[in-house]
């Protein structure tokens, strides 16, 4: 879901855009040298030349701040052409996620753009995100540029209806606000895509969790997700034009956003100015880490080095990251930052227990928050599919000796928790030799979990492995075939399996995917994910269905941590279809 305005850009401003964009595209390019004197890259036969993509707000200061370097580097060494260019984080993050073939929720991967030498993120938790999709992206984070604190915004009124300043509002104002007064609007951007809005939505669950209303975390989803947008911008772009309180009414009231876009938003003088609220224990910062990507020779990681170096110790550099709005690594406010009413004059340790200018982020808890945020954004239509093998009862050393059955049991279980009751969800079992030699057995019909969530719980918790071996391909086929036939519009239409890889098949897998793609309809999409448990499972097999179907195979190498590969699998699927 999109937001419902756009900007509109005057016509000095958007010539400015247009310029900007151009640059982008180009890439401003200076010659920098680690020796004596001045050396531009027209002067120099082979410079080592440096790309550094980096976020717009940042991006201005880093580009001046190395056309500096060139006049002031001494020394003996190579000269270098560094390129800065304005790049979004999910933009590099899709570039990396190819390269290194795997997939990140709400990025997928870039088919045209390049990785570059440097990445400036603007926040680590992109890093993060990518190292546990791929524990061999081996980069080297040299440590933060800057920082800006992640805040809720409220135009000004709205606050003042709710006591600021006088009152210093809680998590628990806050709470309250979003999910029991329907006269506030409240939305964020898509936090797969956008960090401020991840790490706000990390708080905001963290402080439900602590509400004694059972359902606080989902109401709190839903209250965001109304009114949710692709793009930073778009978000802004609902925010009242005019004090007048019927548009105060029918405007965004509440959203969580970087100081620094408060800082740019008011710099406009708007008519409603943006109150900035600086909740206790705080959202993890945006925090610019400076990061050396892997394919980077020992020249280009060496001149990536030395600028890093300049960089942090640059006075004017620091000046210039408060011109653009952003604090200093340290979270200390440069020169020049005019900070929103009642901002501390440090960013305080986050949530979380990290320390302020690297915050300690749980990617476990990054993927339980994507998965509940894809399951209210996207509601679906879903069979699932619990392979009962004999193989199933294996037992898992790394949890305590339970069986493979019980630990993927233990996560549909903790997947069925986030499911709001407008899925529609039914459970299968496959084996061979199940129900008079079929190859399946129903629990629970494809129904809404209103109606038959204990249904589904319970039949999870009786579910035991069977004497037969595994007839997955054909619960495959039977599983689409029924689903395609009962497609329904406006939701994600899933068949999800669990198991622990392909066996004595009854059909081989050419046939099963002459047989897929004859069931295909582009009127009537469905795709299949597919989670995998132990080291043993062959992803070639299973890859080659969802190239058919669409969907992705995810494998828990070791079971017991088939809970955290589960949810990645449900943060990943795929957009509600139109």
């Excluded at 793009?231 to 772009?237: H, I, P, S, V």
């Excluded at 009642?342 to 915050?359: L, Q």
Aim: with cysteine; aromatic share 4%; hydrophobic share 45%.
């Amino acid at each position: 879901m999109t937001g419902r305005h756009r900007r509109h850009l005057k016509p000095a401003a958007r010539f400015a855009a247009i310029v900007a964009g151009a640059l982008a595209v180009a890439g401003v390019v200076v010659g920098v040298r680690t020796g004596v004197g001045r050396v531009d890259a027209a002067t120099c036969s082979t410079p080592v030349r440096l790309t550094v993509a980096a976020p717009q707000e940042i991006a201005p200061a880093l580009r001046t701040t190395a056309a500096e370097w060139t006049r002031t580097t001494a020394g003996k060494g190579r000269c270098v052409a560094v390129d800065v260019q304005d790049r979004s984080a999910p933009d590099v993050a899709a570039a990396v996620s190819r390269e290194q073939g795997v997939t990140l929720a709400g990025v997928g991967t870039a088919q045209a753009a390049t990785v570059p030498d440097v990445w400036v993120a603007d926040s680590a938790s992109w890093l993060l995100r990518l190292r546990a999709a791929a524990p061999a992206f081996a980069f080297t984070e040299d440590g933060s540029l800057a920082q800006s604190p992640v805040v809720v915004a409220m135009p000004e009124p709205v606050a003042k209806d709710l006591g600021w300043p006088r009152k210093q509002l809680t998590y628990a104002d806050l709470l309250r606000t979003m999910t029991t007064d329907t006269s506030v609007r409240a939305g964020t951007v898509d936090p797969s895509r956008d960090a401020a809005a991840l790490s706000g939505l990390l708080a905001l669950n963290a402080a439900a969790a602590r509400q004694p209303r059972a359902d606080a975390a989902g109401a709190v989803l839903r209250a965001l997700a109304t009114d949710a947008s692709t793009l930073r911008e778009d978000l802004m772009a609902q925010l009242p034009q005019s004090d007048d309180p019927g548009t105060l009414a029918g405007s965004l009231g509440l959203a969580v956003m970087p100081e620094h876009d408060v800082i740019a938003y008011n710099s406009d003088k708007p008519a409603v100015p943006l109150t900035a609220l600086y909740l206790t224990p705080s959202a993890a910062p945006l925090d610019y880490p400076f990061a050396v990507l892997p394919d980077a020779d020992a020249d280009h990681a060496d001149a990536a080095h030395r600028l890093y170096e300049h960089l942090t110790q640059s006075p004017a550099f620091r000046d210039r990251l408060g011109a653009a709005g952003l604090r200093s690594p340290d979270g200390t406010i440069p020169t020049g930052l005019q900070t929103p009413t009642g901002a501390p004059r440090a960013t305080p340790p986050p949530a979380d227990g990290g320390s302020a200018a690297s915050p300690k982020v749980d990617d476990a808890a990054i993927n339980r928050t994507l998965a509940a945020w894809s399951a209210v954004v996207a509601p679906a239509r879903a069979l699932a599919v619990v392979d009962a093998s004999r193989s199933m009862s294996t037992p898992v050393p790394s949890a305590r000796n339970a069986s493979r059955m019980q630990v993927a049991l233990s996560a549909a279980k903790g997947g069925l928790k986030l499911f709001g009751d407008d899925w529609q969800l039914g459970l299968w079992i496959s084996a061979a030799g199940l129900d008079a030699g079929g190859n399946h057995r129903e629990l629970v019909g494809i129904g809404p979990l209103r109606d038959n969530r204990g249904s589904v719980a319970a039949a999870l918790g009786a579910v035991r492995p069977s004497g037969g071996d595994g007839a997955l391909y054909r619960t495959i086929v039977d599983g689409y075939r029924q689903l395609r036939d009962g497609w329904q519009p406006g939701r994600v239409n899933s068949l999800i399996v669990l198991t622990d890889g392909v066996g004595d098949e009854e059909i081989s897998l050419p046939d099963l995917l002459r047989q897929l793609k004859g069931l295909q309809s582009a009127d009537r999409p469905v795709q299949i994910i597919i989670v995998g448990l132990g080291d043993a499972v062959d992803r070639q097999p299973l890859e080659q269905i969802t190239d058919v179907t669409g969907g992705g195979v995810f494998v828990a190498e070791d079971p017991a941590q088939i809970e955290a590969v589960f949810l990645q699998a449900l943060s990943l699927r795929t957009a509600t279809p139109r």
